[in-house]
């Protein structure tokens, strides 16, 4: 079944058309009728930049969180992912708001054992934790996650592929994935080069090689440095 909407009503109360968008799904649901994730994506997109335009993000959060847990509630773990990241989009500069999303929705990309998902979610808490509390075992847990999650998709690419359900977008080329793979390790080296120097040169070792493949200069000299150190037993 066809989901259809009107952006222009959206536009003019974006409030009301939630409401309607809510209660449309809920019937597709409660009738047992297919829901297409890209249009689902696109009119949850639409409502959510009239809310962002007319300045009142936080009904929106208030709104989709709702509904979000109304859809783990309905086994819809697909479609609550997508609610959950199209609001960390919206909320980027808002990290409190967006580590609660993004825990939310790690939780459902590990249930569906979607690498993909779980590797994105992982990497928002990556970035927030870096900030907030840099060498923390939080930190260093959710690299660990971030690092499975990575490694499943460089070793079996078209098998993640085949778990990434999702509306939002399509799956980045391999490339991508080993780049941020090389730097996940090098973060990882970093915190654990003095209570575990064998692992931290481990991984090192392998961001170091990453990186080099794909010359990231950026971060290549950062690797190469941690690595002569451990090497050296300095």
């Known amino acids: 079944m066809k989901i259809k909407f009107n952006p222009g009503q959206i536009k003019h109360n974006p409030s009301a058309a939630f409401d ?4 449309k799904i809920t019937r597709n649901l ?3 009728e297919e829901i297409p994730q890209k249009a689902f994506y696109a009119e949850l997109g639409t409502i959510g930049d009239a809310f962002v335009a007319q300045n009142n993000l936080q009904t929106m959060n208030n709104k989709s969180n709702q509904f979000a847990e109304f859809l783990v509630s309905k086994g819809c773990n697909n479609l609550a992912g997508i609610v959950y990241s199209f609001l960390i989009k919206i909320n980027k500069n808002n990290p409190e708001e967006v580590e609660k999303l993004a825990t939310k ?5 590990k249930r569906h054992h979607d690498p993909v998902h779980i590797m994105a979610r992982a990497n928002d808490l990556r970035n927030i934790y870096k900030k907030t509390e840099p060498g923390s075992d939080r930190l260093l847990k959710i690299l660990y996650t971030e690092r499975r999650a990575l490694v499943d998709i460089c070793n079996n690419y078209n098998g993640s592929k085949n778990r990434f359900r999702t509306g939002e977008t399509e799956m980045k080329p391999v490339e991508k994935y080993e780049i941020l793979l090389g730097m996940v390790k090098l973060d990882i080296a970093q915190i654990i080069k003095k209570q575990n120097r064998t692992e931290a040169l481990t991984e090192i070792t392998e961001a170091y090689e990453l990186l080099k493949k794909h010359n990231i200069t950026k971060f290549l000299s950062d690797a190469k440095n941690l690595l002569t150190e451990l090497q050296s037993g300095k």
Do not use: D, G, P
């Open 20 to 23: 309607i968008f809510r209660s």
């Open 30 to 32: 409660k009738n047992k």
């Open 105 to 109: 929705a790690l939780a459902i990309a």
